[in-house]
């Protein structure tokens, strides 16, 4: 069984950048392809980027790109996700959720970490 | 980018009866690769549905998914005091590249 460990709430203002940390155990993140969410407050999920194993490349969503960094650390099993720029419609909820396995599926998720941006 | 519609945008049921809740594709899903997630306030989203019909592990038959192409549905056969949430559904047949619905409400009559 997966289990996912995120970094605390930030708040952050206007501009800066925030790197949001997902620590595995139970598996090895390379066993995992890892991939980011975000929800903002009262909204629906955001799918952000992952790992796509078939390239051995990082996918982002076109919105994030050029701001986002999704970087991993095998030695610790610790996933990052590092946003740039940040602007008030940045505030939301980030998860990581790794995909096991051949489906693009989210069986395991973290516990969200809230990212708040407010100058 | 494949666009997903849900629909209704809430749904007021009471506890024993059925939910009809609706996903639809701005172009052909692949494979039927369509997923749902249940999510309360406060958690993270729970994964119910994939393939389409396949339920997840744990996941109560009274909770089953149909439709392919561009339709897509999932119905709760009677609903429990826990099923009340915000159901999400996600496509990944143009995987890597998700994306998910905008998230139908299912709340108490």
């Known amino acids: 069984q997966v289990q996912l460990v995120q970094s605390g709430a930030e708040v952050k203002k206007p501009g800066a950048s925030v790197k949001v940390s997902c620590k595995v155990s139970g598996y090895t993140l390379t066993e995992l392809s890892m991939h980011w969410v975000r929800q903002a407050p009262g909204k629906g999920l955001e799918w952000m980027g992952g790992?796509?194993?078939?390239?051995?490349?990082?996918i982002y969503a076109q919105k994030f790109q050029g701001r986002v960094t999704m970087t991993e650390d095998t030695s610790t099993d610790t996933a990052y996700m590092e946003l740039s720029s940040l602007r008030s419609e940045d505030t939301a909820v980030y998860y990581c959720?790794?995909?096991?396995?051949?489906?693009?599926?989210?069986?395991?998720w973290g516990q969200g970490t809230l990212v708040t941006v407010s100058s | 980018e494949i666009v997903l519609t849900q629909s209704p945008g809430t749904l007021s049921l009471s506890p024993g009866e059925r939910a009809t809740l609706s996903c639809r594709a701005s172009q052909s899903v692949s494979s039927s690769y369509l997923a749902w997630y249940q999510q309360k306030p406060g958690q993270a989203p729970r994964l119910l549905i994939y393939?389409?019909?396949s339920r997840a592990t744990g996941i109560p038959d009274r909770f089953s998914g149909s439709g392919s192409g561009t339709d897509f549905t999932l119905t709760i056969s009677r609903l429990e005091p826990e099923d009340f949430a915000v159901y999400y559904c996600q496509q990944y047949g143009s995987s890597p590249r998700l994306t998910f619905g905008g998230g139908t409400k299912v709340e108490i009559k």
């Open positions: 959720a790794p995909k096991e396995g051949g489906s693009y599926v989210f069986d395991y």
């Open positions: 393939g389409a019909s």
């Open positions: 790992f796509d194993p078939e390239d051995g490349e990082t």
